[in-house]
């Protein structure tokens, strides 16, 4: 089956392919999906100034995360072109870029595109061609309240034992004065409730797929880490976990109500209270994939009427010259620059003295390990860089909500999650 049919086919398997009609716009104007986070949201006003330069007009389609790569699939998967540029990521930009959805990005000299850091080059490209720029970076860490550990007399130290950071939440856990000792992801979807629960898995030892391609969710590692993962939620977590992920969490921790948050590194950018500090993420034993590496990039659909514009504002909105002017803003400051992209916002002097978490990050996304091993036969770290994972990946990831909310045992849950995944595997042709 080739890879544009297999892509189409899981857009309908979704429901995502619905009569989408082109509404292409005129070449000085440009509409953008993008996802609902601080950087995102930020750029919009920062592009303030684009359009003053270059009377581009922008139309910004703000989303929330599942909506917006259930709106960008369909859209894309269809040539509906309701979008000139869309947010995607290192699951996406690859498969598609190979598929011919998207269009190869070649900036000019100027932009330095040798400045990208090499994990977001790499994991944006397809057969050495680059087919999505990241506007931000990220691998995951643990973010926790100093001032509570210490209250407490507990320590969270780099790739702590999954044993200590239990330990530590059950210490700073005092519900009746709306503190909760661990607040992590429940909501499901595959980059939601999966991509934190896909690296603690990894951690454990286990994978989505064996050396076959087969799902394998009816393993000891599974069944380990995802009672593990309840067990800590459903103890020292707040209520309505499963309907939590990284927006939701955001507001709790800058309420001062969570302990500790194991989650996307980008997030040390937007946290306000008092006492943060950071740690490389948990580990079980296995040292590959305990961090996860992504990118929120931007991408051309291809076919664009608008692409070359769309073109030029992506080399802007990613560039060195983009850091700095969110860096000088007065709304904004070199505390809120968008990361993980290039080695040289590392090196800016103001960066470094506003930015408490950034060797913590850098250290994050160096450590990151998408490449294929002996336990886990696929690159990708919290996904699987197949066409077929995003269906994989929501199919589990509601059984797995459903084990955290209490409506089914971890074991009915995993047996559910392991035939959803077989049956999908099997009618994309990867086994009989």
Not at 86 to 94: H, L, T
Not at 272 to 282: H, K, N, R, W
Not at 340 to 354: D, H, K, L, N, V
Request: charged fraction near 15%; proline fraction near 4%; glycine fraction near 10%.
């Amino acid at each position: 089956m080739s890879i544009k049919r297999t892509l189409l086919n899981t857009a309908v398997g979704f429901g995502l392919v619905a009569g989408l009609a082109s509404t292409a716009l005129a070449e000085d104007e440009l509409t953008i999906a993008i996802v609902n986070n601080g950087h995102m949201i930020n750029m919009q006003k920062v592009a303030e100034a684009y359009t003053a330069e270059t009377g581009v007009k922008l139309n910004w389609v703000s989303l929330e995360e599942g909506v917006l790569r259930e709106q960008v699939t369909s859209d894309t998967a269809t040539g509906g072109g309701q979008y000139d540029i869309i947010n995607i990521g290192m699951q996406e930009a690859p498969i598609w870029g190979a598929a011919g959805w998207i269009e190869e990005l070649n900036f000019s000299a100027e932009y330095d595109v040798d400045d990208m850091l090499a994990a977001m080059r790499n994991g944006l490209s397809a057969n050495g061609k680059l087919y999505a720029a990241p506007f931000y970076g990220e691998s995951s860490m643990v973010m926790y309240r100093k001032d509570l550990t210490d209250a407490a007399g507990v320590v969270v130290r780099d790739n702590d034992s999954w044993a200590n950071i239990k330990g530590a939440a059950m210490a700073m856990h005092d519900p009746d004065n709306g503190v909760y000792g661990a607040c992590l992801r429940g909501k499901p979807g595959w980059g939601d409730n999966m991509a934190f629960i896909t690296t603690m898995v990894n951690s454990f030892g286990g994978a989505w797929f064996d050396k076959d391609m087969k799902p394998a969710l009816n393993t000891a590692a599974w069944n380990e880490a995802i009672n593990f993962y309840v067990d800590l939620l459903g103890n020292y977590g707040p209520p309505g976990s499963e309907g939590n992920s990284f927006n939701e969490i955001l507001a709790l921790y800058n309420e001062g109500k969570c302990g500790m948050w194991i989650d996307a590194t980008i997030a040390a950018s937007f946290l306000t209270v008092d006492g943060v500090a950071y740690a490389q993420s948990p580990n079980a034993g296995n040292p590959v994939g305990a961090n996860w590496l992504w990118a929120w990039a931007m991408a051309v659909p291809a076919g664009s009427p608008n692409a070359e514009e769309a073109k030029k504002f992506i080399e802007w909105a990613t560039s060195k010259e983009y850091i700095k002017a969110v860096g000088n803003h007065p709304d904004f400051g070199w505390g809120s620059v968008p990361t993980g992209t290039r080695t040289s916002t590392y090196a800016i002097p103001e960066f470094q003295a506003a930015a408490g978490f950034a060797a913590a990050e850098m250290a994050a996304i160096d450590s990151a390990a998408p490449a294929a091993t002996d336990i886990k036969p696929y690159v990708g770290v919290q996904f699987a860089a197949i066409p077929e994972f995003p269906e994989v990946g929501s199919a589990v990831a509601q059984e797995m909500a459903a084990a955290l909310s209490g409506a089914k045992s971890v074991e009915d849950a995993l047996a559910a999650a392991q035939s959803a995944a077989e049956a999908i595997m099997k009618e994309a042709g990867y086994y009989e």
